[in-house]
């Protein structure tokens, strides 16, 4: 498919998708974005004004349908990723699905299997973000035992977000749409991942302190399940320990966001402001790191996702293997937390 021009079809057209996905498309050369399929014919049509895509949808099939398009960009929140990327994918369509994958791991799974069926497309998942311009060095340091034995892993991820009680209900704060996803810990959980491999048991506590915000679609007040606290002790296949402090309720933290791993014969400082590292040998100062040349990433999603299809360049963030398996520590946390038990990571 290298010398073919590829089309892509969007499914969901949010926030991302307009600031990231369709102006990625864009500009790689023999791609084309050639229709979008929004919750409304009114939404859609704004979105193909903003930028010049021919046809609006209301309905998925028209997409799926279209022999035309060989690729689908799924925008949607979570509640649709499963059953969009499984349409799409029977379709005979590449995928690139926003994050969160799914609501729950059954759903995830589900996204997997229709995936391995399909081996000749394409699948890939939006990464966690933050990271981009330092992972790979973390991971060398990591593998070449810089860090000596990996012991106590800290992430703290906090913002003031939900103190105002006034605040319209987010979709973020919505059962339905969001399932077990909550707050930004499925995004640090995909960090600690990516960088130090799978999590074999959590142990989690949570509150909800607003319960309850204004749905301005509906106008009514809707009751709130998914906290916006949440603690989790969690330990991970290499033998360490990870702590997660994730918080919507913390203003003017004296800690900054970010996640510390400290090692037998060094500690290693991540902070996401900035994605930025520091190495501090043990009883030596921390001193900033910068990332092995060459291995500075940026933000390429969507070229990722073309290299892909036209290459057979296999996917590297974030496959769906790897999706999988965030979901399963995400929906071991909301177990955790609201079983009052630990839970391990094979059992989901």
């Known amino acids: 498919m290298s010398d073919q021009p590829i089309r892509v079809g969007l ?63 799924i925008g949607t929140w979570p509640y649709r990723h499963s059953e969009f990327t499984v349409r799409g994918l029977n379709a005979g369509k ?13 759903r995830a799974r589900a996204m997997l299997i229709a995936s391995q069926a399909r081996p000749d497309l394409v699948a890939q998942l939006v990464p966690a973000p933050w990271d981009l311009r330092s992972w790979r060095t973390v991971r060398r340091l990591i593998d070449e035992d810089a860090l000596g034995e990996v012991r106590e892993v800290y992430v703290t991820r906090t913002n003031p977000g939900a103190l105002n009680p006034r605040r319209p209900l987010h979709w973020r704060e919505h059962g339905e749409y969001s399932g077990f996803n909550t707050m930004e810990f499925g995004i640090v959980a995909e960090i600690v991942q990516r960088w130090l491999g799978p999590t074999e048991r959590v142990l989690a506590d949570a509150a909800t302190f607003t319960t309850s915000r204004r749905d301005e679609e509906t106008g009514e007040d809707y009751p709130i399940e998914i906290p916006d606290s949440l603690g989790v002790f969690a330990r991970l ?29 060094a500690t290693l400082h991540w902070w996401a402001d900035g994605d930025r590292l520091e190495l501090a040998p043990r009883g030596e100062e921390p001193r900033p790191l910068d990332p092995d040349p060459g291995t500075a990433g940026s933000w390429r999603v969507e070229a990722d996702f073309i290299d892909s299809i036209r290459d057979g360049a296999p996917v590297e963030l974030t496959s769906f293997e790897d999706g999988v398996q965030y979901m399963q520590v995400i929906e071991a946390t909301w177990r955790s937390w609201s079983e009052g038990r630990p839970v391990d990571i094979a059992s989901v």
Do not use: K, W
């Open 237 to 265: 296949a290499n033998g360490a320990r990870a702590t997660y402090l994730v918080s919507a309720v913390a203003d003017a933290p004296r800690v900054p966001n970010g996640i510390a791993i400290h090692g037998t014969d």
């Open 94 to 106: 590449h995928v690139l699905c926003e994050a969160r994958m799914a609501t729950d791991v059954a």
């Open 11 to 73: 499914i969901g057209a949010g926030a991302n998708t307009r600031l990231l996905h369709i102006p990625g498309f864009q500009a790689i050369d023999g791609v084309e974005v050639v229709a979008v399929c929004n919750r409304s014919m009114e939404s859609g049509q704004r979105v193909a004004d903003e930028f010049g895509i021919p046809r609006v949808a209301t309905d998925p099939d028209e997409i799926y349908a279209d022999e035309d398009i060989d690729a689908v960009c």
